[in-house]
């Protein structure tokens, strides 16, 4: 049995940006997971940072705060992640699509996002392999990556340096009022602490029910590929306007446009798939040829390049596709730190920002209300 | 045996048909096929039977090859590699 | 692309296993597909050049010219799916064209590949394992030196020795880490199998007779060069393979032959969902299989060292044995056959055993994920500060298997000495998850995307 002041169930990137940021607090943090660091989505997907792919909104604000405090935690904690500020250049071939990427910059330089037109040859200056016959981008010099799993893990070792206690294969069972205090039982004994924070990603559902309440988050499956390593082939991110609609589409067939880009490492990753299956690990050789078929319509070079790997995660999503950040209405004590589907890479500084704040009962850098799991779950 | 022509780093060699990349570099005293893509340390066949990677060779410019399951061709070009190599 | 009815039974591998199967599945006029990744059949162990006379000795080897055979030489399977008993195999033929077959019956015989310990040195060109020098004596005529140490242990390395010696190669040592002794506490076993007894003994008189020394108990714990292996380091190991201090020496050599027994290539039944088990003889994973050699999936069998290292003899039995019963045949001949060669592969493997004392033999610079360049030093530095504590966490944070073989030379060791810092055991989920390969071998991109639908 032990007593810190908090406890973070999930040991993926959002829990691990929730627990530096409570012991940069002055907190002593335990966290929990029922498997390793990194283990769920967050070994499971990219590590991009994006501001380019989302809309003038609530969401846009947590992007641009999440971006910058990026690049503060990576001075400060120091350990090579991989960050990287290496921009993004979304294309478009359509005349209509053209339209609606323009539309989206315009609105977007409002809120003081940096989108640069780009147009033929400039484009090929900035993209050298880019298909010769793409005439329209606009450059996101903003966007930046990291690698997620590093990240997760150089965080969380911040935390242990500060006394704080990363407990691995230690699954969460239930959770109960004590007292003031929340009560967690786990298969290794009980915790207790005023405050529990559930960022167990695509199964906080689940960990939401332990504790009496509920929260509507499921899994969007995602497949990914990896090349072998190849010459440095693709500058930036890259990809086709069409993936800012899948992101925001509720559909629940496959949907999926190539987002492309090289690694440190020499591979090159293209991404990703989405579709509402369930947990469902069975391999989709029609995914692999679809993602394949769009990287090359962007890179025809990929063409003669060998995939080499290909794997797939569980995005956590909530119905109305923005993350659940806040205190539980039935559960007090219990903060949500979940449900960022495509985006907790990116988003999960400014998330663990949002978290502090609310435990500390501070004013934050924007009105956490439109992430409130009131939106789902009605206070008793 | 049939007599066949590649051309190993820009230079015209004769081989037999049936020999791999591999066993013709051997034949040509040359055992490493690539430099690595960190430390550019020399690299040449290891597992000898496809399985392991590292005898990575640029054939017909077309990177990372496995020297040792790839058979010579009439006209082949056969080029040691540099790190990941280069575009074609 | 194209898509045959279910009825055929698909073969995956033409080694022993998998052409006895084939075989005894023609024989009563079955209609079988043969693939394999060889250009001509045989396996690692029937490895043969193209003017060989072997296909006059086996059979088995000249079973893909009969007519109900479709053999298929130089074609990998890249991935394969399984759903509602039919195994769907996606092809590469020769790296240029796909196809996919499905199939309700499938027999895998995928066979095994070099194992491989890291040392200091030993991704100097000319170390190479003993597999793959036997490949290129047999396959190619092909020598990898003129100066060679066989090195490693196991039975396999007097027949390599052998080879060299007979193409007229130098063999400068041969280095044998198990003792002599082991075999006396083995007899009562190894008479199962007396043709190899004398094979052995056959062997050791050409050593003799041609002046090379044995060393047992020892070992090559270090290659030095610059450009490519010049010498190596003998060293004795006492029976848990750590360095007796003081017992090393040098040997120049200009290529050196190394090799630990086998690891079973086991990435097409994990992608069709075989369960596999950590064979206890060698730590390696292996595929589960019963009685009949069918695996945990109805109608794919497993036979041959995927279901556990036993040499060709045994895999003949096993390949024999899955067509059997596929065909409701007969088996009890097989099946005790199959119990002798059980015990006599038993005794091999412990006498060759490999002891957890090679995790001394590196210093923090020693590679050990040669694809990756990943260093004995990074990996301990994410042991010590990133608290990693398996085989995925060290995959993910050091990127050790995250290499073009995908794990199949260094997975086994890492998971080995990750679980050695870190003070666990090495667990059945480390190395399952390592041998879970969606895409088994590359293709590329542009092939792929033309399967495309639209
Ligand atoms: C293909 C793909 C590509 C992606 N690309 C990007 C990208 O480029 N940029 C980006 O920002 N995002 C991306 N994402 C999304 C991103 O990966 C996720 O949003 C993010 O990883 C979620 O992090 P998390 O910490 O909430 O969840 P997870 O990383 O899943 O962590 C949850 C943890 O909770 C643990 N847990 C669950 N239940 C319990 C319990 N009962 N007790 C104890 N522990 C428990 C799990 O073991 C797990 O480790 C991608 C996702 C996919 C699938
Ligand atoms: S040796 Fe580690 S991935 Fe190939």
Redesign the pocket.
């Given at each position: 049995m032990t007593n810190p002041d908090v406890i973070v169930?999930?040991?993926?990137?959002?829990?691990?940006?929730c627990a530096l940021a409570l012991t940069e607090a002055g907190m002593e943090v335990l966290v929990?997971?029922?498997?390793?660091?990194?283990?769920?989505?967050?070994?499971?997907?990219?590590?991009?940072?994006?501001v380019s792919d989302k809309e003038p909104g609530p969401e846009l604000t947590l992007a641009r705060r999440s971006r910058d405090l990026w690049f503060e935690i990576s001075e400060r904690i120091g350990g090579d992640f991989e960050l990287e500020a290496k921009g993004s250049l979304v294309i478009s071939r359509t005349s209509s699509g053209i339209a609606q990427l323009r539309h989206l910059a315009d609105e977007q330089r409002n809120h003081f996002v940096e989108a640069i037109e780009v147009g033929s040859p400039e484009l090929h200056d900035l993209e050298p392999y880019l298909a010769p016959e793409i005439a329209f981008g606009i450059h996101y010099p903003e966007d930046a990556?990291c690698q997620?799993m590093l990240a997760?893990a150089h965080m969380l070792r911040m935390v242990r340096l500060a006394g704080g206690r990363v407990s691995e294969r230690?699954?969460?069972?239930a959770i109960s009022q004590a007292g003031n205090e929340l009560s967690v039982r786990?298969i290794g004994g009980d915790h207790t602490a005023p405050f529990v924070v559930n960022?167990?990603?695509?199964?906080?559902g689940?960990?939401a029910a332990?504790a009496g309440s509920a929260l509507p988050i499921a899994p969007?499956?995602?497949?990914?590929l990896v090349t072998a390593p190849a010459p440095k082939l693709v500058m930036h991110k890259v990809y086709d306007a069409d993936y800012v609609a899948n992101v925001a589409s509720g559909e629940a067939d496959l949907q999926s446009s190539a987002?492309v880009e090289s690694t440190k490492s020499g591979t090159i990753l293209i991404?990703?798939?989405?579709e509402r299956i369930g947990f469902d690990s069975h391999l989709e050789i029609a995914i692999l040829r679809r993602l394949a078929a769009q990287a090359i319509a962007l890179f025809p070079s990929l063409a003669k390049i060998d995939l080499l790997r290909a794997?797939?995660?569980?995005?956590?999503y909530a119905p109305d596709h923005l993350p659940v950040i806040g205190e539980d209405p039935l559960c007090p004590g219990l903060f949500h730190?979940?449900?960022?589907?495509?985006?907790?890479?990116?988003?999960?500084p400014a998330t663990a920002e949002l978290i502090r704040d609310a435990v500390l009962k501070k004013p934050s850098f924007m009105d956490p209300t439109p992430f409130s799991p009131r939106r789902f779950v009605a206070s008793s | 045996m049939t007599q066949i022509r590649v051309i190993l780093n820009g230079e015209s060699i004769t081989s037999r048909e049936g020999q791999s990349v591999g066993a013709l570099l051997l034949e040509h005293e040359q055992r490493a096929t690539r430099t690595t893509r960190q430390n550019a340390r020399p690299r040449g066949m290891f597992c000898g039977i496809g399985i392991c990677f590292d005898c990575l060779i640029t054939i017909n410019g077309i990177t990372n090859q496995r020297a040792c399951v790839t058979n010579v061709e009439e006209g082949m070009t056969i080029q040691t590699q540099q790190g990941s190599g280069a575009i074609a | 692309m194209s898509t045959i009815s279910t009825e055929q039974i698909v073969v995956v591998g033409g080694g022993p296993a998998g052409l006895a199967a084939a075989t005894s599945l023609v024989r009563t006029g079955a209609r079988v597909i043969l693939i394999d990744a060889g250009e001509r059949p045989g396996g690692q162990y029937w490895r043969h050049h193209a003017e060989s006379s072997l296909a006059a000795k086996h059979e088995e080897l000249r079973i893909i010219a009969h007519p109900n055979v479709e053999y298929l030489a130089k074609t990998n399977v890249w991935a394969a799916t399984y759903r509602d008993g039919v195994s769907t195999l996606h092809l590469l033929i020769d790296g240029k064209v796909e196809r996919e077959i499905r199939t309700r019956t499938l027999i895998l015989a995928t066979g095994a590949y070099d194992r491989s310990l890291p040392f200091p040195g030993w991704d100097l060109p000319g170390v190479m394992t003993a597999g793959g020098v036997q490949a290129l004596l047999k396959g190619q005529k092909s020598l990898v030196g003129k100066e060679i140490v066989v090195a490693g242990t196991g039975p396999f390395l007097l027949p390599v020795a052998i080879g060299l010696i007979m193409a007229g190669v130098q063999v400068k040592a041969i280095v044998e880490a198990s003792r002599p002794t082991a075999w006396f506490t083995k007899l009562g076993a190894l008479t199962h199998n007396d043709g190899k007894l004398k094979d052995f003994i056959t062997f050791q008189k050409i050593i003799f007779g041609a002046k090379v020394k044995i060393h047992y108990g020892s070992a090559i714990v270090a290659a030095q060069g610059s450009s490519c292996v010049e010498q190596v380091t003998l060293a004795k190991i006492d029976r848990k393979f750590v360095i007796k201090p003081g017992s090393d020496r040098q040997i120049t050599c200009d290529a050196l032959a190394v090799g630990w027994g086998f690891t079973p290539d086991l990435s097409l039944a994990v992608a069709l969902g075989c369960a596999s088990r950590i064979d206890p003889r060698d730590g390696s994973l292996v595929i589960d299989v019963d009685e009949h050699q069918e695996t945990s999936v109805p109608g794919i069998y497993a036979a041959g060292e995927i279901t556990g290292i036993g040499g060709s003899a045994l895999a003949l039995t096993e390949g024999r044995l899955a067509a059997a019963n596929i065909l409701k045949a007969q088996t009890e001949d097989l099946l005790r056959l199959r119990g002798k060669q059980q015990i006599f592969a038993n005794a091999l493997l412990d006498i060759y055993g490999v002891k957890n004392g090679w995790t001394t033999w590196q210093d923090e610079a020693t590679v050990l994920c040669r694809c990756e360049e990943v260093s004995v030093g990074d990996l301990r530095k994410a042991i010590v500060e990133l608290g990693v504590s398996d085989l995925r966490g060290a995959k993910l944070l050091t990127r050790a298997g995250m290499g073009m073989c995908q794990g199949r030379v260094c997975g086994q060791f890492v998971a080995e000495f990750v679980a050695k810092e870190s003070g666990r055991q090495v667990a059945l989920k480390d190395l399952q998850g390592f041998a879970k390969r969606p895409v088994i071998t590359p293709i590329p991109l542009g092939l792929l995307a033309k399967g495309a639908e639209r």
């Open positions: 169930i999930g040991a993926g990137m959002v829990g691990a940006a929990l997971d029922r498997s390793t660091i990194a283990s769920g989505t967050s070994g499971a997907g990219e590590g991009n940072i994006l990556q997620p997760t230690e699954e969460v069972l786990t960022a167990a990603g695509s199964w906080a689940e960990v332990l969007r499956r995602g497949f990914i987002v991404g990703a798939s989405r794997y797939h995660g569980f995005r956590p730190a979940a449900g960022h589907e495509g985006a907790g890479i990116g988003l999960a | - | -």
